[in-house]
C-alpha cells in the first residue's frame, strides 16, 4: 500500500453528459426525462439519460425501444457529437490547469495524477473541488468527482456522491472502505463475474479477501484472480498515462431485425470492413496489428467473439472468421461487428 499511499488522483466523471449539455442548450428540458441515443425503430440503444429518466429505470446503453417501454414520455435527443467533441476539449483544457498528468477515458471522464501539483497547496481534494466549479462556471455543466491514492479507489469514490458530488477515500480509511464494499462496485466486474461471485456466496470485498489467491485463479482465470485479489484490498499500481495509446479498433451495425447467420452476411462484412479501413486510415494507419476479429450479438444478447492472429487488415481473413461463426450454427443474430487489435 506503501507505493500506493504516496500518490494523489483523482477521477472526474461528468453528470449525463450528453444529456446535459442538450438540457443546458435548451432549459425547457430541465424538468423532463432525457436520453440521447437512436430512435426506437432502429433498434438502436441510448447513449445516456438524465437522472429524472433514470427514476423509470432508464439507463444507458439499453435499448431505446424498451427505455421507451420503462418511460413512455421519455424525450430522445439525436446524438451530436461534435459538439460533445467541442465541449469535451474545453473540459480538457481546465484539467491541464492545474496538471499535465491527464488521462482521458472518453469524453466525459478522465483520470488527474495532482500528487506533485502546486495548486492549492497540494491538497487534491480542493483541486478537484476547483475543477467542479472552474467546469460549471465555464461550460455550466456539473462534475463528480473521486479522491484517493489510485485509480481503481477514485474512480470509485466518484460514484459515491453523484450527481455534483465530491468523495474521498483517504489512505487511512481505504481498509475499512474495502471490506464494507460490494464487490459488484470493482472496476471490470460485469454481471456474469458478479453473478459468480455471488454463486460462491461473495458479496463483498470482505468476504473475497478471505479467499485465497489460489482459490480465485482456480474459481476464476489466472488474469482475473490476480485481478480480484487486488482490487478487494484497494490496491492498483496503474499509472496514470497521458499519452494512453488505443489497444483496439473496430466498427459495428445493429439491425432494425434479427438476421439469420449466413453466407448473406457477407455483403454486411464488405460494408463493415470499408468503414473499418476508413477509421483505421483517420486514426491509426500506421500501426501494426496483432490479430482481427469479428463480434456478433445474438438474439438473446449473448455476445461472441472470434479472433485470429494477423499482420495485415486482411478481407479474407475476415471470411474466415465469419464462416466459422455461421459453422457453428447461432441462428438468429441482432448485430454484427469488426475490429482489430494492435501490437504492444
Known amino acids: 500500500?506503501?507505493?500506493?499511499?504516496?500518490?494523489?488522483?483523482?477521477?472526474?466523471?461528468?453528470?449525463?453528459?450528453y444529456a446535459a449539455v442538450e438540457i443546458r442548450d435548451n432549459p425547457s428540458l430541465a424538468d423532463k426525462p432525457v436520453a440521447v441515443g437512436g430512435s426506437a425503430e432502429d433498434r438502436s440503444v441510448?447513449?445516456?439519460?438524465?437522472?429524472?429518466?433514470?427514476?423509470?429505470?432508464?439507463?444507458?446503453?439499453?435499448?431505446?425501444?424498451?427505455?421507451?417501454?420503462?418511460?413512455?414520455?421519455?424525450?430522445?435527443?439525436?446524438?451530436?457529437?461534435?459538439?460533445?467533441?467541442?465541449?469535451?476539449?474545453?473540459?480538457?483544457?481546465?484539467?491541464?490547469?492545474?496538471?499535465?498528468?491527464?488521462?482521458?477515458?472518453s469524453l466525459d471522464e478522465a483520470y488527474l495524477d495532482v500528487t506533485n501539483s502546486p495548486h492549492y497547496q497540494g491538497s487534491a481534494t480542493l483541486i478537484a473541488n476547483a475543477i467542479r466549479q472552474k467546469i460549471f462556471d465555464t461550460v455550466h455543466l456539473t462534475a463528480s468527482a473521486g479522491v484517493s491514492t489510485n485509480k481503481l479507489l477514485a474512480k470509485i469514490a466518484s460514484s459515491w456522491k453523484k450527481p455534483n458530488g465530491l468523495f474521498v477515500i483517504r489512505p487511512e480509511n481505504i481498509d475499512t472502505f474495502m471490506k464494507n464494499l460490494p464487490?459488484?462496485?470493482?472496476?471490470?466486474?460485469?454481471?456474469?463475474?458478479?453473478?459468480?461471485?455471488?454463486?460462491?456466496?461473495?458479496?463483498?470485498?470482505?468476504?473475497?479477501?478471505?479467499?485465497?489467491?489460489?482459490?480465485?485463479?482456480?474459481?476464476?482465470?489466472?488474469?482475473?484472480?490476480?485481478?480480484?485479489?487486488?482490487?478487494?484490498?484497494?490496491?492498483?499500481?496503474?499509472?496514470?498515462?497521458?499519452?494512453?495509446?488505443?489497444?483496439?479498433?473496430?466498427?459495428?451495425?445493429?439491425?432494425?431485425?434479427?438476421?439469420?447467420?449466413?453466407?448473406?452476411?457477407?455483403?454486411?462484412?464488405?460494408?463493415?470492413?470499408?468503414?473499418?479501413?476508413a477509421k483505421l486510415k483517420r486514426h491509426s494507419e500506421n500501426r501494426p496489428i496483432k490479430n482481427q476479429c469479428i463480434k456478433i450479438k445474438l438474439s438473446d444478447f449473448k455476445i461472441v467473439t472470434l479472433e485470429r492472429s494477423s499482420q495485415t487488415v486482411d478481407f479474407s481473413l475476415y471470411e474466415n472468421i465469419l464462416f466459422e461463426l455461421i459453422g457453428r450454427s447461432y441462428g438468429k443474430i441482432r448485430l454484427m461487428g469488426v475490429g482489430v487489435h494492435f501490437s504492444e
Open 46 to 105: 441510448l447513449c445516456t439519460c438524465n437522472y429524472i429518466a433514470r427514476k423509470f429505470k432508464v439507463r444507458s446503453a439499453m435499448a431505446t425501444a424498451y427505455a421507451k417501454r420503462l418511460c413512455p414520455d421519455l424525450i430522445i435527443l439525436p446524438v451530436n457529437i461534435q459538439k460533445y467533441r467541442e465541449v469535451s476539449e474545453i473540459i480538457r483544457a481546465i484539467f491541464l490547469e492545474f496538471t499535465p498528468l491527464v488521462e482521458p477515458l
Open 183 to 277: 464487490v459488484d462496485e470493482l472496476y471490470g466486474v460485469g454481471k456474469m463475474t458478479a453473478k459468480k461471485l455471488h454463486e460462491l456466496g461473495l458479496k463483498t470485498c470482505s468476504a473475497l479477501q478471505a479467499m485465497s489467491l489460489i482459490e480465485l485463479i482456480n474459481h476464476f482465470s489466472e488474469k482475473r484472480g490476480y485481478r480480484l485479489y487486488e482490487q478487494c484490498r484497494g490496491i492498483d499500481n496503474r499509472q496514470v498515462e497521458p499519452n494512453r495509446i488505443r489497444k483496439s479498433l473496430s466498427v459495428e451495425q445493429t439491425f432494425k431485425n434479427d438476421i439469420v447467420m449466413d453466407s448473406q452476411c457477407l455483403v454486411i462484412l464488405h460494408e463493415l470492413y470499408d468503414s473499418l479501413l
Open 1 to 17: 500500500m506503501l507505493s500506493n499511499a504516496i500518490r494523489k488522483i483523482i477521477h472526474i466523471d461528468m453528470d449525463c453528459f
